[in-house]
């Protein structure tokens, strides 16, 4: 089919449409940026979901929830996600880089500078960022004690930021004791996250084992050391001829019993052949009706229903098991093992707990707090944490934050554009304006001087002092600051910030098509 042009908007215009509309995104989320920035209300304007709302500062989760019409803007939601999926933290900062970039590029548009040459600029300028920052990262891989203080340190300055800095020492440290279980896997599955309400956020803890939000069976064994477990997704809910479900055509009563008996023959069969396998735990996704759970129960084995597909996935993976649907060949089936499993209650609720599991990485966090609001931010938080900590245990390398790693790189910009002759060297002046611009907001965000600040941060570094930071809660530049930042996150913002930018500055023409026309029927 053909596509016919329906609108567009060319040179100059187009280019306008593009740096506002992302320039627009840039401050809308701004203010989340750094450990004093503030939460944003997502309120849904779906109908029939009640004006859910979600209260949040994470980058990724505002922009996904942002309808945006203008295309640079969904470029830069676009970047974002891909941050949120490659890092998990930096989302907002690549979103405010990148904004940033392009207010200082709209500057030099105004002054008749080429796009071509601000991206040539742009290039040289990324380029030497990279290698300074390359040269300012710390590596304490040989050393265990020191990089699990870079952890700690990590996992601090991303939490931060967050709801959960009421007590940041505390969650940082369950990020930490958890990642550092996966024993270098970046795998998160053997983590669970279990919110419950009640509490507070400080009576939040890890669980050395997998927990299960679900109920053993009526007069079943409720602890079992030594568990050998089946793990199936198959139907035990046939033992009776759904009424509702079902059309049968039968002379009388008796006979429609006798169905019914055939049919419970058929799951006293199926559970028989289950308990042949030698099982002592038998976990199901789907439901378990009271004549199977019955037969379990003389048969001395737990019965657990209904555990949802991603709950069974894990627990297959951290058992060591594979998720059976047919039950013929017992000697190809894939048991899960594990030391002990018993239950515990969380808040009101009783909680299947599997201790000393196969995969020794699985744990569980427990969150707890007073509404549903605070504990998914909590959620999304931790996440966020476990995701760059996961990273930092491949790429060990650290960097320094608070605005310093900026300002080491926007010194080595600004000292490669001195000897960089023509206008790529204006380009490069205004990447260096727009990386210091990232502690700028940070300090206004705080209430500070920003002004003041980053004038004397970028003395600071220029004097020599190549640890000179932000000190956002004493609201001063300290000469040494104890902010650590995961390397491969920051490098991740600078590289999708730049391309983000280079690729909206390239565009001179917005053309928007007419949607294919559809044809009646023949």
């Known amino acids: 089919y053909q596509r016919r042009v329906h609108g567009e908007e060319k040179g100059e215009r187009a280019k306008l449409s593009n740096i506002l509309g992302a320039i627009a995104l840039c401050d809308i989320i701004k203010t989340t940026l750094g450990p004093r920035g503030m939460d944003k209300i997502l309120q849904s304007a779906t109908p029939g979901r009640d004006g859910s709302i979600s209260v949040t500062n994470d980058g990724a989760t505002i922009l996904k929830s942002i309808w945006m019409e203008n295309p640079a803007g969904k470029i830069l939601i676009d970047v974002s996600k891909t941050q949120d999926d490659e890092v998990g933290d930096g989302t907002t900062s690549v979103c405010v880089l990148s904004g940033e970039l392009l207010r200082e590029s709209e500057t030099l548009l105004q002054q008749s500078i080429h796009p071509q040459t601000i991206i040539a600029g742009f290039r040289i300028a990324h380029n030497v960022a990279q290698k300074a920052l390359e040269a300012s990262a710390i590596d304490h891989k040989g050393d265990d004690a020191a990089f699990h203080a870079d952890l700690l340190a990590i996992a601090k300055t991303t939490l931060s930021s967050k709801v959960v800095n009421v007590d940041v020492d505390h969650f940082a440290k369950l990020a930490v004791d958890a990642v550092l279980r996966l024993k270098g896997s970046t795998n998160l599955e053997s983590i669970n996250i279990i919110k419950k309400l009640g509490g507070c956020m400080n009576d939040s803890w890890l669980e050395e084992g997998f927990l299960l939000d679900k109920k053993i069976g009526l007069g079943q064994p409720k602890r ?31 006979k429609l019993a006798e169905m019914e008996k055939a049919e419970k023959e058929k799951m006293k069969a199926k559970c028989l052949k289950i308990v042949d396998h030698g099982i002592n735990c038998f976990i199901n996704r789907q439901l378990i009706y009271n004549y199977p759970e019955e037969i379990f129960a003389q048969n001395n084995v737990m019965a657990i229903e209904h555990a949802d597909f991603d709950g069974i996935e894990r627990l297959a993976l951290v058992l060591g098991a594979e998720v059976t649907s047919t039950f013929d060949n017992p000697d190809r089936v894939k048991f899960g093992e594990c030391d002990l499993i018993d239950e515990i209650m969380v808040g009101e609720d009783m909680l299947i707990r599997f201790s000393g599991c196969k995969a020794g990485e699985a744990c569980t966090i427990v969150l707890r707090g007073a509404s549903k609001y605070i504990l998914d931010e909590a959620e999304r938080s931790l996440h966020d944490a476990l995701c760059v900590l996961s990273q930092t245990v491949k790429e060990t390398r650290t960097v320094f934050g608070a605005g310093c790693s900026e300002s080491i790189m926007a010194k080595a910009v600004e000292e490669e554009a001195k000897r960089t002759p ?19 907001i940070i300090a206004d965000n705080a209430g500070l001087d920003s002004a003041e600040l980053v004038s004397q941060l970028t003395a600071s570094h220029y004097q020599g002092n190549v640890r000179a930071g932000l000190d956002i809660f004493a609201g001063k530049v300290v000469s040494s600051i104890n902010v650590v930042e995961s390397f491969k996150c920051k490098s991740s913002v600078i590289n999708y910030a730049t391309e983000a930018a280079e690729m909206i500055l390239r565009v001179d023409n917005i053309i928007r098509c007419a949607p294919r026309e559809r044809k009646g029927p023949r």
């Open 422 to 440: 023509g206008k790529k060297a204006l380009a490069m002046e205004a990447y260096a304006k727009a990386l210091r611009a990232i502690p700028a």
């Open 224 to 254: 079992i050391e030594k568990a050998k477990i089946l793990v199936a997704n198959t139907g035990m809910d046939t033992d009776k001829i759904k009424i509702y479900g079902a059309r049968v055509k039968v002379d009388s009563i008796s």
